[in-house]
């Protein structure tokens, strides 16, 4: 069973950065693909950003592209997003994701295991 904490959610102003983290625990972390989701108020969870097993392809959404980077530390079973240049339409609730599969993917519905999430919050 994977377990999944994020945290590195907080508060900051537009154009600030914050850094996420998602430590994982249980089956072996290196060998499986993560991403990070987000989800405002009344509005659908979305993708952000993943990154592949082995071979480290990323996605990233097309709003986050050049602001935001997902990075892995496999020895440390971590994976990061660093966020750059925040906006307020950021603010939300996001979560990392951890997938039973090699390659990065866009879509919610091939991740297994979600964390609880941490709250992001982009003042203008």
């Known amino acids: 069973q994977v377990q999944l904490v994020e945290s590195g959610g907080g508060l900051v102003q537009a154009g600030g950065s914050l850094r996420l983290s998602c430590a994982a625990s249980?089956?072996?972390?290196?060998?499986?693909?993560m991403g990070w989701f987000r989800q405002a108020p009344g509005k659908e969870r979305e993708f952000v950003a993943s990154i592949g097993s082995t071979d480290g392809t990323r996605y990233y959404a097309d709003s986050e592209k050049g602001r935001f980077t997902i990075s892995r530390d496999n020895a440390k079973n971590t994976v990061y997003l660093q966020m750059n240049n925040l906006k307020p339409e950021d603010t939300a609730v996001y979560y990392c994701a951890w997938a039973l599969r090699l390659t990065a993917s866009r879509g919610s519905g091939d991740y297994d295991v979600w964390g609880q999430g941490t709250q992001v919050t982009v003042s203008s």
């Open positions: 249980g089956r072996t972390f290196g060998t499986y693909a």
